[in-house]
């Protein structure tokens, strides 16, 4: 069954340094997503994607985020300037699109972000 | 905005069914879905019911929605040890953003 991959699975990184995390959403689906939980917390929205584009995002994803689709399979969200309040699981999610059920939404295993 | 809730923590002993309750305060809702997060894991989607549907079943699965109370329900009968995990109920209106709760811990006792 088709899955949404993450990479790495866990990145530790020193404060003011730049990460980018990866993702392999579904093939075919058409809308992109990153949430982040911290430790505890609810998952939390930060950016969607659709055609290219940013389609919404949260107040969370300030000028420090930024989301790039490279080629037809990879979905990259970077961070320039890690803070502290940075740390926690980033989760990429995909959907299809196409209304119904198609705006399911899969989630990949995460990646978590300790920022020291 | 909008807004889900949950309670934080349900036990069970293995075999009885486990009731995992959720409100939310979206009115515009459309989509509901349920999410299991094992310990160290992504987020696995169970299941999830269009908000026109009164109830979902599922193997050992059944969602319950009370469109009116704004209340959601996921029943697992026969809980298992392997059904331990932390189970989120998310909501939204079509490719919008889910919105989630902050998960039920399901402990499961044998």
């Known amino acids: 069954e088709p899955e949404v991959t993450q990479t790495p699975s866990h990145q530790v990184t020193q404060m003011g340094q730049e990460v980018i995390l990866r993702c392999v959403p579904i093939?075919?689906?058409?809308?992109f997503y990153w949430y982040r939980q911290i430790l505890g917390q609810k998952v939390e929205f930060l950016v969607s994607?659709?055609?290219?584009?940013?389609?919404?995002k949260s107040e969370i994803f300030d000028d420090q985020f930024s989301v790039e689709r490279p080629d037809g399979s990879n979905f990259t969200l970077k961070i320039r300037s890690t803070k502290l309040e940075d740390s926690a699981m980033y989760f990429c999610?995909?959907?299809?699109?196409?209304?119904?059920?198609?705006?399911?939404?899969?989630f990949g295993p995460g990646t978590r972000l300790l920022v020291l | 905005g909008e807004d889900v809730e949950q309670s934080l923590f349900l036990s069970v002993r293995e075999g009885d069914s486990s009731v995992i309750n959720c409100t939310y305060t979206?009115?515009?809702?459309?989509?509901l879905y349920w999410y299991k997060q094992e310990p160290g894991a992504g987020l696995q989607l169970l299941t999830y019911?269009?908000?026109?549907?009164d109830m979902k079943q599922d193997q050992r699965l059944t969602v319950l929605l009370n469109k009116k109370d704004k209340h959601l329900s996921l029943r697992i009968a026969d809980t298992q040890t392997g059904d331990s995990a932390i189970y989120f109920c998310?909501?939204?209106?079509?490719?919008?953003?889910?919105?989630f709760g902050k998960g039920t811990r399901l402990s499961v006792i044998a």
């Open positions: 019911i269009f908000s026109n549907m």
């Open positions: 979206d009115s515009s809702s459309t989509y």
């Open positions: 998310a909501e939204n209106s079509g490719n919008t953003p889910l919105v």
């Open positions: 999610a995909s959907a299809p699109g196409g209304g119904g059920y198609q705006e399911t939404q899969y």
């Open positions: 093939s075919n689906h058409l809308y």
């Open positions: 994607f659709y055609n290219n584009e940013i389609s919404e």
